[in-house]
């Protein structure tokens, strides 16, 4: 799936220049998830400055921790990357560059507003590192993530309606069924109804 997105990326927008042109796309794509997201993040963002690896973390809501890579990650970069994470998810918003375990570590925040949703964590870049190009792009992808939490929260809503839609038709068919007479399923499906829609009243005019 990622490398499909990402192969889709690269062929529109190989008339562009920018050397981040990808990212620009990438914030127009519609991703089915998050990990697809970020896992594409890594990638562009890592290749576009030939760093030895890319860390994209993100707190999703109700706590879920979500992570993308890019670059062959042995168990030494893993230890550097668990500690910029560490040290980074303290509360900083400013870029933040640090020396661990002698590799050089480049960590920015994604923010929405002033609450820090995760972090972009790139470890030994091609020098000179353009540092505007790394806050650039994680300005960006923090939009994304911004419009892709939303939609998920509507695909969620939407998908809640329409389950507590068929529970009601069914509970009510179940009703209709049981009830000898229409007159006599009148006030239990109005019950029914009420109870599961959470109505303070029902009424049936006739």
């Known amino acids: 799936m990622s490398d499909t997105l990402l192969d889709v990326i690269t062929d529109q927008t190989t008339d562009v220049t920018h050397p981040w042109r990808e990212f620009y796309l990438l914030v127009s794509l519609e991703l089915r998830s998050i990990d ?20 994209v973390t993100h707190t999703a809501p109700r706590g879920v921790y979500i992570q993308g890579h890019y670059g062959q990650i042995n168990p030494e970069l893993q ?10 998810v ?26 820090n949703i995760g972090a972009l964590h790139v470890v030994a870049p091609a020098w000179p590192c353009d540092l505007a190009s790394l806050q650039f792009a994680a300005v960006l992808l923090s939009n994304t993530l911004r419009r892709q939490l939303v939609a998920d929260q509507f695909v969620q809503a939407e998908r809640k309606r329409v ?8 509970a009510v068919t179940s ?15 109005l019950a029914t109804i009420g109870e599961r829609l959470h109505w303070d009243l029902g009424v049936l005019w006739t």
């Open 36 to 55: 697809d997201l970020l896992t594409i993040a890594a990638q562009l963002v890592g290749s576009a400055v030939d760093a030895e690896a890319c860390l």
């Open 79 to 88: 230890a550097v990357l668990e500690e910029a994470e560490r040290r980074f």
């Open 90 to 115: 303290q509360g900083y918003l400013l870029p933040l560059q640090q020396t661990l375990e002698g590799v050089t570590c480049i960590s920015l925040p994604l923010a929405a507003g002033h609450e």
């Open 163 to 170: 389950e507590q839609g068929l529970a009601v038709q069914y």
């Open 175 to 189: 009703v209709l069924a049981a009830a000898p007479t229409l007159q006599e399923a009148i006030p239990r499906v």
